[in-house]
């Protein structure tokens, strides 16, 4: 038996962020779910995770299970790998350039 939650305010009040400012903005999920759209209570019922224990996941202090880790992915739009190994999204990582040619000189 699947169980809804609706809440007043519909779609408008699920996508609005709610709550406290997150302890740690720049832990990797949690960019990366900034930029998805969902705020920790939002991105909970997504999943079906209590809010405080998400909330640990996103800050980077807890790693989650692999069903967890799953559903995450799917409302995130990344890989598992990436909600278990999360890297910065803003700071890809930078690769060295090597040249094949020599300078000329003249």
Partial sequence: MKIAYILPGGDEMMNRKIGRPAKNPTAPLRQRADR????????????????????????????????????????????????????????????PVETACKPISH
Avoid: F, M
């Avoid at 809010?51 to 800050?59: C, P």
């Avoid at 989650?64 to 990582?93: H, Q, Y």
């Fill in 36 to 95: 998805a759209g969902y705020g920790t209570e939002a991105l909970s019922l997504a999943v079906r995770c209590h809010h405080r224990h998400l909330d640990k996941i996103l800050n980077g202090e807890v790693q989650p299970r692999r069903d967890l880790a799953i559903r995450l992915a799917k409302a995130l739009g990344c890989s598992p790998a990436d909600v278990l190994w999360p890297e910065p999204v803003d700071n890809p990582i930078e690769k």
